[in-house]
């Protein structure tokens, strides 16, 4: 049988309609897979350096791309927010993080629920140090709730290298409990209050009369000491031990 010139043709056509779509498909995919790695990587790199905010933007081609793992968005850019100090939208992120996570027993999912904790955390301490001690309480007690409703999966020793989740959801027991101020409506307090400030001036005292006794040189390795501590304390939590030891949770990678 002879195929004539227009049936060459006709067979030609088909043929690329069948190709042109698997093609299209293709270059999708890997625009994607490329986007989505770009993304993340300049994600990464701005955390690293304490840029949060501009960690949290470098998230949102994740949005749209990410369709295979779509909790990684929200949890990424929620835990850079907390970071910075935008406490609502965070926790509002990692909430939405949890709900797209398929396995509440996975490692991943605890992490998630850990920075999810550390941030309710956060909301209280914000409100104590504006004097609303109720409402604090309240972000404690809501944390506090979190970890003892926390999923079996948490609460297990961890494989190696994954971060240890036990250990940071039962170290933050006791810092969020000491955070709970109770109002005992006594009029002692405001004795003892006196009598701690007059202890805390004497200790102050005592502790500048020693300072003067330093030479400038021991003065001024003790005010680095002392900044060290402070650039420290501002991370409240957020340690760099990527194996999740320590008081700190971890990172979104």
Not at 28 to 36: R, Y
Not at 54 to 65: H, I, K, S, V, Y
Not at 67 to 75: G, L, M, T, V
Request: net charge negative; aromatic share 8%.
């Amino acid at each position: 049988m002879t195929i004539t010139d227009g049936q060459r043709r006709r067979w030609r056509n088909i043929l690329m309609l069948c190709v042109i779509p698997v093609a299209l498909v293709g270059l999708a995919v890997s625009t994607k897979f490329f986007t989505t790695e770009m993304s993340a990587n300049s994600s990464i790199t701005a955390y690293d350096h304490r840029a949060y905010q501009e960690a949290a933007d470098q998230t949102e081609p994740l949005f749209w791309w990410n369709f295979y793992e779509q909790w990684r968005a929200p949890y990424n850019k929620g835990v850079a927010l907390g970071m910075s100090g935008e406490l609502e939208e965070s926790r509002q992120l990692l909430e939405e993080a949890l709900t797209l996570h398929p396995d509440p027993e996975s490692n991943e999912f605890c992490v998630i629920y850990t920075n999810l904790v550390y941030v309710i955390e956060k909301q209280g301490d914000e409100q104590r140090e504006i004097g609303d001690r109720d409402t604090a309480n309240q972000f404690y007690y809501e944390a506090l709730g979190l970890i003892e409703q926390a999923p079996p999966g948490c609460l297990e020793e961890p494989a190696e290298r994954d971060p240890n989740i036990l250990e940071q959801l039962t170290e933050s027991v006791p810092r969020i409990e000491a955070k709970i101020e109770e109002d005992d409506g006594g009029g002692d307090d405001d004795n003892d209050d006196n009598g701690d400030s007059n202890n805390e001036e004497n200790d102050d005292n005592g502790g500048q009369n020693e300072e003067d006794d330093l030479t400038e040189q021991e003065q001024e390795l003790l005010e680095r000491q002392r900044q060290s501590e402070r650039d420290r304390q501002e991370q409240d939590g957020y340690g760099d031990d990527e194996n999740g030891g320590g008081d700190g949770v971890d990172k979104p990678w």
